[in-house]
């Protein structure tokens, strides 16, 4: 089967660095591609090479809308061709959640994230649940900021427990501030991707963006505000339950968590996990989890998640 490229540019794109692209392909549908003058060829069993034609012509509409093409993006590509859902990769794509300082745009690079997207667009509160690299935090960060711009909210809160991973913060050195700035550094991170170091620090200083641990939260109300609750499945069913009811009126709140990376005491119950059976009725309120095939950090990442899950599985059989 045959495919023509326009130019040399669109080989270029398509194929990435190295062809680490294409071999990301090859790999996936057990097909060879290759370059005939100005000819792309496939070859393998027939349904393999029909499938892999169909997420090439769709990559080189991506490419010819400026998108940026890799490995993982590929492999999600082909993930949804075998669904039968390849034409659902361009609504993904064609939604730009915010733009950074930099003027990246931040787009859904899953179902699952854009799914996630919309419940936070249209609901009150979300709980979002699912492995590390899915994104949760990224794009709520991205939301809230687009909200305060957009004047949708008067300021920004974000917070997460201080919940030791084998360490106590009496045993840190400094204040309170720079006992629990380990455990928030994360969200700054991502602040100041979004909207440079400079306007960060001038929120913070109106009092417009405030990042704090979660005990900080206790006897406050939270009215016209953007709460990102992040790592809730350290909380206790105690903080969560104070942490929600906090809300008031124009608030949208964000719920982000990984079930699997509980830091809590053992044979304590997180608040998050709780929450998600206590709400999953309430009108208004989104659960979305997300999974494997939502993770967007290094490939690496995907391969690690589904192997401790295939492990986990196999533990709780045997146990």
């Known amino acids: 089967m045959q495919l023509t490229l326009e130019n040399m540019e669109s080989y270029m794109s398509l194929f990435g660095l190295n062809d680490r692209n294409m071999a990301a392909l090859e790999q996936e549908l057990n097909v060879t591609v290759s370059l005939r003058e100005k000819e792309l060829v496939v070859q393998g069993e027939k349904s393999d090479a029909e499938l892999a034609e169909q997420v090439i012509a769709k990559l080189l509409e991506m490419l010819h809308r400026g998108e940026v093409i890799d490995a993982s993006r590929i492999r999600y590509a082909v993930a949804l061709a075998r669904e039968g859902r390849l034409e659902e990769i361009s609504e993904i794509l064609s939604d730009v959640v915010a733009i950074t300082h930099r003027g990246r745009r931040i787009q859904c690079k899953t179902l699952g994230q854009k799914e996630y997207v919309s419940a936070v667009r249209e609901g009150e509160l979300t709980l979002a649940v699912g492995p590390a690299g899915t994104g949760k935090t990224y794009l709520a960060m991205a939301m809230a900021v687009v909200a305060l711009k957009n004047k949708e909210v008067e300021r920004i809160v974000l917070t997460r427990p201080a919940v030791e991973a084998g360490e106590r913060l009496g045993f840190l050195p400094g204040d309170m501030t720079q006992k629990v700035d380990p455990y928030l550094r994360p969200l700054y991170d991502a602040l100041y991707e979004m909207m ?8 913070v200083e109106r009092g417009t963006l405030e990042v704090a641990p979660l005990a900080f939260m206790r006897g406050r109300t939270l009215a016209d505000a953007f709460v990102i609750l992040d790592e809730a499945q350290n909380t206790t069913t105690e903080q969560m339950k104070m942490f929600l009811t906090r809300l008031g009126a124009g608030s949208k709140c964000i719920v982000t968590g990984d079930v699997s990376q509980i830091d809590l005491p053992k044979g304590k119950k997180s608040g998050l996990v709780e929450a998600m059976e206590v709400l999953q009725d309430v009108p208004g309120i989104s659960i979305v989890e997300l999974t494997a095939k939502d993770v967007v ?19 709780g059989k045997e146990a």
């Open 196 to 203: 440079g170091v400079e306007s960060y620090q001038r929120l």
């Open 297 to 315: 950090r290094h490939e690496l990442v995907q391969k690690i998640v589904r192997a401790y899950e295939r492990y986990e599985a196999k533990e």
